[in-house]
């Protein structure tokens, strides 16, 4: 069965910090793996990832992609309060239109 | 501009009524999708049409019908609707990329559904 693992489900930083989220998938026939930020809205696109060890970066955060492991991280460096969000990781397949949901990981940061 | 639009952006109703919401993207987009979020935020995909076409029929009560009058539009009726309806539904929709499926959806802004 297809799945994608999102870790860990909730964490609470302090503006400033630097945090890693985690993202494991078994996706048949996979494509790519995209990164979402959602607020208090519908999730707005961060990242495609197609290629393993190419770092895609934007600002502060950045995101990279290991076929070989099944996963991906999304690194967020000098955190601050408007990066509170839950932070969703999904695995497209080349086969059909469907895209394979994570949990996501809910992320506070405190002043 | 607007790339994807939801009507109505909040939709209160009681239990048993039936209810539509609407769903248009103006980005020329082939597929468009719908999904439904809990409150635990976890993305449940429900239906997609691509060019007006049902391809992703997953296991929705049959009280949810959608309609794709147009490939710039997918419509989402639900009939006796029940407590477990509320939550916020999401369109979405994506363009083929060249190599195939696996590209990125541009989601409209929710429509929060509460059945009372």
Same mark, same amino acid.
């Given at each position: 069965e297809d799945k994608v693992v999102q870790s860990p489900l909730s964490l609470v930083v302090h503006e400033g910090d630097t945090v890693t989220l985690n993202c494991s998938y078994e996706v048949t026939n996979f494509r790519s793996l995209l990164w979402y930020k959602q607020e208090k809205k519908a999730p707005t696109f961060l990242f495609m990832l197609t290629s393993s060890g190419i770092e895609k970066k934007s600002g502060r955060l950045s995101s990279i992609l290991d076929k070989k492991e099944l996963f991906s991280i999304l690194n967020i460096t000098?955190?601050?309060?408007?990066?509170?969000a839950v932070y969703l990781c999904a695995g497209g397949m080349d086969s059909n239109y469907q895209l394979i949901w994570g949990a996501g990981t809910k992320l506070i940061i405190k002043p | 501009d607007t790339a994807v639009s939801q009507t109505p952006k909040y939709l209160v109703t009681q239990m048993g009524n039936d209810k539509s919401i609407k769903c248009e993207q103006? $980005? &020329?987009?082939?597929t468009m999708y719908w999904y439904k979020q809990d409150s635990k935020k976890f993305l449940k995909i429900m239906f997609s049409y691509n060019n007006k076409e049902l391809i992703i029929n997953e296991?929705?009560?049959?009280r949810f019908s959608p309609k794709s009058p147009d490939k710039a539009h997918l419509n989402l009726h639900i009939n006796? $609707?029940? $407590? &477990?309806?509320?939550a916020v539904y999401f369109c979405a929709s994506s363009q083929d990329t060249p190599f195939g499926a696996g590209g990125r959806q541009f989601f409209g802004p929710g429509t929060r559904l509460t059945v009372l």
């Open positions: 000098a955190t601050q309060t408007g990066d509170s | 103006n $980005l &020329g987009h082939d296991t929705v009560p049959n006796s $609707l029940e $407590l &477990g309806d509320s």
